[in-house]
């Protein structure tokens, strides 16, 4: 099944022109999209690496945009924090619900 990000977004530079809000959308469907809760961390990684070339092509992200789309996922993260749409789970300190 392909993401939803991937969907709207299909490279870095669409992702990146995406507004704080449409990015945060496409965040919070993702662990939906995929049917379970995730831990940040590895939410977190599975969203920054979607635009990563192909495994075994010798090609890699340029470094400053895998940074650059880290900021952007953690920025999204946080507007769905800050409005109350994902929580900590408290039980699970390092998970998202």
Known sequence: MLSKILEIAPNYSSFKELSIDERAWLVLEHPKQKGEREYSANLMLDLTSLYDPPPHTGVNMDPSNK???????????GR????????IDFEQPAMFH
């Open 67 to 77: 940074y650059s789309l880290r900021v952007l996922v953690s920025e999204a993260l």
């Open 80 to 87: 769905l924090v800050s409005l109350g749409l994902v929580a």
